[in-house]
């Protein structure tokens, strides 16, 4: 474990418990019939802890960006193992919380807020649902957080949009998880892993999609041979060690 790590993992930890937490309840508190409030309690969550504690650890908070931040080396694999682990403990944390806190009723009214497949898709319509609400959070991801061209002072905004207008679209198709963290933490809760391979599958295929689309066509420069040694302190991931990010460029000055 390399110095730092703690803090990190305390923080990608926090954040699925802060989306899981407030995005199944979201969905218990309206019984499932409120899209607007239910996307936006999922985008401020993600968004909000982006701003709070993003500078410590990337703010990455999902599984699927995290492999696909380390699939394109701008996180080392290790790393990337246990944002993993502590992310899905978070969202697991969170959900048994809830349904311990919430009158039984509530919960089995909504099987806890876990994400699921509406009535008539098919399980191959919602996993390219997944697919391509996941290839938008990823290539927000990387617009605003990780190239250095992009608004980073917004990059909790942006990222926390899109995760609404993202459920907004697909909350009634696929559940819109986005991340298989938030989809473990309720499954686990309820015992329910129907469909598990879509909320697995899925996320990562469309983050890896968009993440390699930013690393060999829209970034500037092009990516290193080598992997970055550690994230830059920007948000949801990290730029290749030729692009500085306008912090440092402000400290060396």
Same mark, same amino acid.
């Given at each position: 474990m390399?110095?730092?790590?703690?803090?990190?993992?305390?923080?990608?930890?926090?954040?699925?418990?802060?989306?899981?937490?407030?995005?199944?309840?979201?969905?218990?508190?309206?019984?499932?019939?409120?899209?607007? %409030?239910?996307?936006l309690?999922? =985008?401020?969550?993600?968004?909000?802890?982006?701003?709070?504690?993003g500078?410590?650890?990337?703010?990455?908070?999902?599984?699927?960006?995290?492999?696909?931040?380390?699939?394109?080396?701008?996180?080392?694999?290790?790393?990337?193992?246990?944002?993993?682990?502590?992310?899905?403990?978070?969202?697991?944390?969170? %959900?048994?919380?809830l349904?311990?806190?919430?009158?039984?009723?509530?919960?089995?009214?909504?099987?806890? =807020?876990?994400?699921?497949?509406?009535?008539? +898709?098919?399980? +191959?319509?919602?996993?390219? +649902?997944?697919? +391509?609400?996941?290839? #938008?959070?990823?290539?927000?991801? #990387?617009?605003?957080?990780?190239?250095?061209r992009?608004? %980073?002072?917004?990059?909790g905004l942006?990222?926390?949009?899109?995760?609404?207008?993202?459920?907004?679209? =697909?909350?009634?198709?696929?559940g819109?998880?986005?991340?298989?963290?938030?989809?473990?933490?309720?499954a686990?809760?309820?015992?329910?892993?129907?469909?598990?391979?879509?909320?697995?599958?899925?996320?990562i295929?469309?983050?890896?999609?968009?993440?390699?689309?930013?690393?060999?066509?829209?970034?500037?420069?092009p990516?290193?041979?080598?992997?970055?040694?550690?994230?830059?302190?920007?948000?949801?991931?990290s730029?290749?060690?030729?692009?500085?990010?306008?912090?440092?460029?402000?400290?060396?000055?």
């Amino acid at each position: 474990m390399q110095p730092g790590d703690a803090r990190r993992y305390v923080v990608e930890f926090i954040g699925p418990f802060a989306l899981t937490f407030m995005g199944a309840g979201a969905i218990i508190a309206t019984k499932g019939e409120d899209l607007v %409030a239910i996307a936006l309690a999922h =985008g401020l969550a993600i968004g909000l802890m982006i701003c709070a504690a993003g500078h410590i650890s990337g703010g990455v908070y999902n599984p699927a960006l995290t492999v696909a931040l380390a699939a394109t080396r701008q996180m080392p694999w290790p790393r990337a193992g246990g944002y993993i682990i502590v992310q899905c403990l978070g969202a697991i944390a969170a %959900a048994l919380l809830l349904k311990a806190m919430v009158p039984a009723d509530a919960v089995a009214a909504v099987n806890l =807020g876990d994400p699921g497949l509406g009535s008539g +898709v098919s399980p +191959v319509q919602g996993l390219i +649902v997944e697919i +391509v609400l996941t290839f #938008f959070l990823m290539f927000s991801v #990387f617009g605003v957080a990780i190239d250095s061209r992009g608004p %980073a002072m917004i990059a909790g905004l942006v990222i926390g949009l899109t995760i609404t207008m993202d459920i907004l679209m =697909g909350g009634r198709y696929s559940g819109a998880a986005m991340n298989p963290a938030r989809w473990i933490g309720t499954a686990v809760a309820q015992g329910d892993f129907s469909n598990f391979w879509i909320y697995w599958i899925g996320p990562i295929a469309g983050a890896l999609i968009a993440a390699f689309l930013w690393t060999y066509f829209l970034l500037e420069p092009p990516v290193p041979r080598e992997p970055s040694v550690d994230l830059p302190q920007r948000g949801a991931g990290s730029p290749p060690p030729q692009q500085q990010s306008r912090t440092q460029v402000r400290r060396r000055r």
